[in-house]
């Protein structure tokens, strides 16, 4: 915390996990994605399918 960066790695880091968490698949066996999450998921080299 006393580094001079830690108020920009700090939010950085949020950020990238806030964006992460919302293209996460269902883990239920008939989760079929919205075609804009599976645009995004695509986009991330992430499965359709769990």
């Not at 919302?22 to 769990?50: C, L, T, Y």
């Amino acid at each position: 915390m006393e580094d001079p960066r830690y108020d920009e790695l700090r939010e950085h880091l949020i950020t990238f996990l806030n964006e992460k968490s919302h293209i996460r698949p269902s883990r239920e066996a008939s989760f079929v994605p919205s075609a804009d999450m599976a645009a995004e998921m695509a986009a991330h080299s992430m499965p359709a399918a769990a």
